[in-house]
């Protein structure tokens, strides 16, 4: 871990990098398995199950016998868990779902807008060293409330060939369409192009290593949207005097333990909290099982003192977290000063964990700095939004007049006459 003591302003900077693969590297190794998926198809897929997760799989779609049994391989305890989660966030989500207003601008022009599901969904859930089974509830839950027809499931399978029984009870609980085993870059090359067995879908969601992101990023060249650039986990805690130290430690480790590419900072205006902070951080990673993992991830992570929680909030809106968590009495107090970040814990009890899993916010968030231009995923995501318009006689001949002023201003006499010659039919019949 790196320790700073009040870091100049304008070191900022280079504290708030990410570490990140060279993006020539990225865009060749991502060209060639788009054009080895646009070639081959599922054959291609088949074989980077082999390369990246020493996986002989025959038939990449998931049957139902195997989704089946993986329910009944799912401890009850598990179940009771999952369930709770899906309702906490069915219950938040569903609370998104706008009621149509129409508006009417002047007499006779009445406007509104209107949700449309997007009809084909892609969904991308990590596996690897940890198969993430919430990350189903936060995309397939809100798909579902949207009333996207398509929800396709993919992500890669372990070494025996089978997919976490508990990915496959949540996508069954949450009304995936079809799962598929497939993993990666070309998990995301599927869905954007579409194979024999996996098709071609309108957008990806889901986070994923830096080669995902890159994926998903060279997707949009196909004309296929994605949610944001979901990649390696962050979180960002401020902390005060009255922080808990154990607490802050943990939250830090619970974002670390993701993989060796996971950043974490920690800033405090306390110097007994850092250091208490700093030591607990130590203690707690020496028992985790995942400790080389978050070690890597703690080794290009900043522990920093600050001179005031003011200056703290303008370098985490310089920052811009995936999450921020603020430690501090009095948390909702500095609410107003939060600028960027993708989802938000205030106080000592909101652990980063329960928005994770089930507090019913979504744990898919904009990571490396885009929190300062993306929100994390809602129900929002999933629809399309049309706006429409009425006129009624009255409307446009109140309305005519600034249109053939607007569009003869423009040259565009087409636009004029499209109003004109309403307006002369209008003046004609009466």
């Known amino acids: 871990m790196k320790l700073n003591r009040y870091p100049q302003k304008e070191t900022w900077p280079e504290l708030v990098k990410r570490p990140v693969l060279k993006k020539e590297k990225l865009t060749e190794t991502i060209t060639e398995i788009f054009d080895e998926v646009l070639k081959n198809g599922d054959r291609a897929l088949m074989e980077f199950n082999k390369k990246f997760d020493k996986a002989d799989v025959t038939n990449i779609k998931v049957s139902q016998k195997e989704i089946d049994e993986a329910e009944r391989q799912v401890d009850g305890a598990l179940k009771s868990a999952v369930q709770q989660a899906k309702a906490n966030i069915a219950k938040f989500h569903a609370s998104q779902v706008p009621q149509t207003e129409k508006i009417e601008t002047?007499?006779?022009?009445?406007?509104?807008?209107?949700?449309?599901?997007?009809?084909?969904?892609?969904?991308?859930?990590?596996?690897?060293?940890?198969?993430?089974?919430?990350?189903?509830?936060?995309?397939?839950?809100p798909a579902q409330l949207a009333g996207c027809k398509e929800i396709i499931l993919c992500t890669p399978p372990d070494?025996?060939?089978k997919i976490n029984p508990a990915i496959l009870y949540a996508a069954k609980l949450c009304g995936v369409t079809e799962i598929f085993k497939t993993g990666g870059a070309q998990a995301i090359a599927a869905m954007t192009l579409g194979t024999e067995s996996i098709p071609?879908?309108?957008?990806?969601f889901g986070p994923g290593n830096q080669y995902v992101v890159a994926a998903k990023e060279f997707a949009q060249n196909y004309k296929?949207?994605?949610?944001?650039?979901?990649?390696?986990?962050?979180?960002?805690v401020i902390a005060d005097e009255q922080a808990v130290p154990a607490f802050c430690a943990a939250d830090l480790l619970s974002q670390a333990e993701h993989g060796s590419d996971s950043q974490v900072?920690?800033?405090?205006?306390?110097?007994?909290?850092?250091?208490?902070?700093?030591?607990?951080?130590?203690?707690?990673?020496?028992?985790?099982?995942r400790n080389e993992l978050a070690a890597e991830a703690l080794s290009n992570s900043h522990f920093i003192l600050m001179n005031t929680l003011e200056e703290a909030l303008d370098f985490s809106n310089q920052y811009a977290p995936e999450h921020l968590i603020l430690a501090l009495e009095?948390?909702?107090?500095?609410?107003l000063l939060i600028e960027n970040a993708g989802s938000v814990f205030l106080g000592n009890y909101s652990c980063e964990s329960a928005g994770d899993y089930a507090s019913g916010t979504n744990h898919?968030?904009?990571?490396?700095?885009f929190a300062k231009n993306y929100s994390g995923v809602s129900l929002d995501?999933?629809?399309?939004?049309?706006?429409?318009?009425?006129l009624s006689e009255e409307g446009l001949k109140n309305l005519g007049k600034t249109i053939e002023i607007m569009a003869e201003a423009e040259g565009l006499s087409a636009h004029k006459n499209a109003v004109s010659i309403r307006l002369k039919e209008q003046n004609e019949r009466l």
């Open 159 to 161: 070494r025996t060939g």
């Open 200 to 204: 071609a879908v309108y957008k990806i």
């Open 224 to 236: 296929v949207a994605i949610d944001m650039p979901a990649g390696p986990s962050e979180v960002l």
């Open 381 to 390: 995501s999933f629809v399309k939004k049309i706006t429409f318009q009425n």
């Open 265 to 289: 900072v920690f800033l405090t205006t306390d110097e007994k909290i850092l250091k208490e902070t700093i030591k607990e951080t130590e203690k707690q990673l020496a028992v985790l099982s």
């Open 106 to 141: 002047m007499k006779g022009v009445v406007c509104w807008r209107e949700n449309r599901a997007i009809g084909k969904v892609g969904i991308y859930i990590p596996g690897g060293t940890a198969p993430l089974f919430s990350t189903v509830l936060m995309l397939a839950v």
């Open 330 to 335: 009095n948390a909702e107090s500095y609410i």
């Open 364 to 369: 898919t968030l904009p990571t490396n700095g």
